[in-house]
């Protein structure tokens, strides 16, 4: 009988298993079905580079966790040095790349690391065997390692037998894991073993989806090759014996990414690694023992050996044919690039997979948290294995994307740019429609959403001196006539499309107890009214805004974003598991949404509809069914743009019919269809919350300024003992707006918010304000920074602009033109 069974000993299984040890859980029991450290999985076939920094926030936490935390683990074995602290040098052969690794190094003063920009003779510093004529610059990376991985894994394994936690056994393959009523009972060996447990965590990367399809669960991910050769002994290298630990590893790890390509020393040899090839998907099912195959010479020969032999000179003249060692070896990529953990459907099924060396550490510290408290450090929504929409996890999606990913794996990525592929996968229901009105699409869990429409563009003229100017990488994905949308809706009206609104159902006598338990602001309301709230984790951090209906006094309708709908849906049935007569339904499929606001919003909807539509019978933040057209509509009247409006759900057959009324009734108005790129700046002038930009789990309601959500006084739920202590002790940061002073300045987000030469928070939302006529960035600030006046400096690409912390919100504080 075993606690917990870990399922794979590569690094992340063996780091899962430190990282529970850690935490005190025992009965540990770690099985491979080969050697336990010398796997057949890519930890050990893995060239060893731990690059610390991304573009993505969560990535770089593991990364950069996962870095010091290699460095503090005893060496596994002395016939090797496990982890060399010798940094990354990302080299650009190209200015795009170079000015990628100037925004990178921005990044890094807001995670809380450091990074250093070089030219190609500072590079040459690090490392003399570049060819400084082939490079625009470099950035240094001093976290940065290369380590020995199987010797990683098995230092893991070594510190958790110590403590007394963990039996290691090899030579064990899992076949299947038993469950019984939903809950995990015990593992079936290759040996007809059968092992009880309470837990089981899948930590076998490639070929994990096995598994995950015996416990109703999908992991999409497949398995790719890419290459790595090691060279002879090369003269270059003659000072370096090869007999000599010191001497394995004494210059950093290179990478150069506009050709997918990375180097590393091995003594006297050098290591190259190439994605630079199409891609090779195989699936699980069909991946056999190991995850090393035979190298494809012909994938390599072309342009990945000519820009390895033009970076270092070292290489000219040599046969790659003739290299010792040449291998493809397998790693996993899966739908989105992210890692794939947390809880299965089935009760005590874990997943922690889909990830690299890199992130491993991070990966193994954070799933033995959830699985120990139910919740984590560091915010899981990027990564948790309930994400993924039914579309996602089909065949015919998995190959495709998981190829994108695999050929776009270094491409320089725009903040704002949508998926290349597969496009119109999900179609909204007034498709039509946007495609009349020359709508620019972006994408948003599959469905092609408009991002403007150029039918609006010959309003430009009329308000291009309130629109800044942008160009280049400003410019990208953005259109002035976004600007003209968000100010025709707050002049006159917008038609939005809300299709990605998802709605969940909590039904029955035990509906209120449900939602009440989920929510931290009071929702036993009258049926008709509508609640902002929150819902908090058992620390207080934000696991989500939403906004909460009742309908009746067993009937709640709660509205969350469709790019997290199966997350939620997920955490609303374990939430309202044993609680008696509720039923959680996802209605989403079964309704659609446009919101209509603006000043007009009530003359042109009181011409589509015989309900009374005046504040008196239709007051703020209340909804009621109406007619609208042919259908009934759910009309809430709130608004995410800050006007006058609402938001209006019926069942999509009805779309086009409800979209041509309003349209037909508006236009004379002067109203327009307006897209996302509005929205985001309307909500953001007006000071509403981006739920994953400027909240998530690592922040509470009180840092947020959404403690107004959070009521103390209306009994338990969850997260309410945490949120007391909370509302009790001083804020140490606070989400705030600041405004900059150069009107065409603009940031994306994570850029570092500069108090002199100390980074003191990062951007997490921003847009520019076209009513207040001023650029706006929202983040976090120590609360004696958080005072309206105070100049701090915004770093864009390598340049400051100047910033001063503003009111919140900037447009309408009084909030007159929603509740007029």
Known sequence: ??????????????????????????????????????????????????????????????????????????????????????????????????????????????????????????????????????????????????????????????????????????????????????????????????????HVLIATNIWSPLLGDQLQSSFPLLAYEHQYLISPSLPELDQFDANRLEDEIIYPSVRELDTYLYFRQHWNTFGIGSYHHRPRPIWPADLGPSAIHGFTPQDFDGEPWEKTQRLFPMFRGTDFNAYPHRINGLFAFSVDGMPIMGPTAIKGAWVATASWLTHAGGVGKSVAEWMAAGETEWDMRQVDVNRFHPFQTTPRFIERVCNKNYAEIYDIIHPREPISEPRNVRLSPFHARHIENEAVFT????????????????????????????????????????????????????????????????????????????????????????????????????????????????????????????????????????LGDVAVTDLSDGFTALGLWGPVARTVLERCTKADLSNETFPYFTAQWIDVGYTKALAVRISYAGELGWELHFPPEFALGVWDLLWETGSGEGIVPAGFGAFDSLRLEKGYRGWGTDVYTEYNPYEAGLGWTVKLDKGSFLGAEAARALANTPLKK???????????????????????????????????????????????????????????????????????????????????????
């Open 1 to 198: 009988m075993a606690r917990v069974i870990i399922i794979g000993s590569g690094i992340v299984g063996s780091s899962a298993a430190f990282h529970l040890a850690q935490l005190g859980w025992d009965d540990l029991l770690l099985v491979d079905r080969g050697d336990p450290v010398h796997n057949l999985g890519s930890t050990s076939h893995a060239p060893g580079g731990v690059v610390a920094l991304s573009h993505n926030k969560l990535l770089t936490q593991m990364a950069l966790y996962s870095s010091r935390l290699y460095r503090q683990l005893p060496d596994y074995a002395n016939n090797r040095r496990m982890v060399n602290p010798v940094g990354t040098l990302e080299v650009a052969i190209s200015q795009d790349r170079f000015n990628d690794l100037v925004r990178l190094q921005g990044e890094a003063l807001s995670f809380g690391t450091q990074a250093e920009l070089m030219t190609p003779s500072e590079a040459l510093v690090k490392l003399p065997y570049l060819d400084p004529a082939a490079l625009v610059g470099a950035l240094f990376v001093p976290e940065g390692l290369i380590v020995a991985p199987a010797h990683l894994a098995g230092a893991f394994q070594k510190a958790a037998k110590e403590s007394g936690h963990l039996e290691v056994r090899g030579d064990t393959e899992v076949i299947e894991v038993e469950t019984a009523d939903g809950q995990v009972r015990a593992v079936i060996t290759q040996d007809h073993e059968r092992i009880e447990c309470d």
């Open 443 to 578: 994408t948003f869990a599959g469905l092609e959403l408009p991002n403007w429409f150029e039918c609006n563009g010959a309003l430009v003229p009329q308000y291009e001196d309130r629109i800044p100017r942008r160009r280049g990488w400003a410019a990208v994905h953005w259109s002035p006539i976004q600007g003209v949308e968000h100010l025709r809706t707050r002049e006159i009206g917008g038609l939005f499309d809300l299709t990605g609104l998802s709605i969940i159902e909590v039904s029955g006598s035990g509906a209120l107890s449900l939602v009440d338990r989920l929510c931290s602001n009071k929702v036993d309301v009258c049926p008709g009214r509508v609640v902002y709230t929150t819902w908090l984790t058992a620390r207080g951090g934000v696991r989500r805004d939403l906004a909460v209906a009742r309908l009746a006094l067993d009937r709640f309708w709660m509205f969350v974003g469709e790019g997290t709908r199966p997350r939620d849906v997920d955490w609303v049935r374990r939430m309202g598991s044993g």
């Open 734 to 820: 606070r989400l705030s707006c600041l405004t900059l002073a150069d009107r065409e300045a603009i940031a994306f987000g994570y850029e570092p918010i500069m108090d002199g030469d100390e980074c003191v928070g990062h951007v997490t939302s921003a847009n520019f304000g076209y009513s207040v006529g001023k650029p706006i960035v929202y983040g976090y600030l120590p609360t004696s920074l958080a005072v309206e006046g105070t100049r701090l400096e915004i770093i864009y690409f390598g340049e400051r602009f100047e910033a001063r912390v503003a009111a919140d919100p900037l447009f309408d504080p009084k909030m007159l033109r929603m509740k007029g």
